[in-house]
Every structure is written in C-alpha cells, then in structure tokens.
C-alpha cells in the first residue's frame, strides 16, 4: 500500500473487476474453440489480478480504520463472504432460468458500479499513502 493511497488502490481493483466482470459476461457471445480458450486464460489472470488488488485493498482500509478491532472485522468480512458465495450460487442460478448465462455478471457488474461514486466522494478513504510500521 505504500505505492499508492488507499482510495486509488481500492479504485483501481474495483474499476478492473467491474470491466473484468463485465468481460467475462460477453464471453457469451465469444467465438468457440482456441479463441474462446485464450481469452478465457487471459480474463482469468485480468480478474484474479484486479480480484487480488481489490480484497487487499479492502482488508488494508477496514483493519487501519479499525486497528483494535482487526479480529471481528476480518472474520465478519470472511463470513459475509461465505454468505455471499451461497447466496450468490442460488440467485445466479435464477438469473440464469430467466434469461441467460451472462446476466448474472451483468446484475453484479450493475450493483458494483453503483458503488463507484461512494468510493470515489467517501471521506473514509484517504488520499494519503499508508506507511509501514
């Protein structure tokens, strides 16, 4: 986190997981064969990527926002997690039923966005790089 501030390294992964998010719904309509293969293997490693920066941006914000409580925060943020991948799994497959494979990502593309202009005017966030202890 010493590269960056908080807010431009939680902004970065989250701007890439929403495209990547949205890449990977297009994929519906991707040619078959190699072409699909390669940019699956390329989406795959953008979004692991962008996946990464995003949850240790949001680890580094919680646990320096609340450093007495780093224990409760990380295992409610696990929790909510799990619940998210169960919940996640039913309500894809729903969506799927109602249309097809790539609304899902869509759906989840649409709600992330809507947390892009809290990200970008919060005043929790800060602008200042974080040092090392």
């Known amino acids: 986190m010493a590269l960056g501030s908080p807010r431009k390294c939680y902004l970065s992964g989250q701007i890439g997981f929403l495209l990547f998010t949205v890449l990977l719904g297009l994929m519906y309509w991707s040619p078959t064969g190699s072409v699909f293969l390669g940019l699956c293997l390329t989406l795959a490693i953008i979004g692991g990527f962008f996946s990464t920066v995003l949850l240790v941006a949001a680890y580094s914000v919680v646990t320096s926002e609340f450093p ?66």
């Open 68 to 133: 007495m409580y780093t224990g409760p925060i990380i295992s409610t943020m696990e929790f909510l997690w799990g619940v998210g991948n169960m919940v996640g799994t039913g309500l894809g497959g729903v969506l799927i039923d109602a249309w097809a494979y790539p609304l899902p990502f869509f759906v989840i593309a649409a709600l992330f966005g809507l947390s892009l202009p809290w990200t970008t005017t919060s005043k929790k966030l800060s602008d200042v790089p974080v040092k090392g202890k």
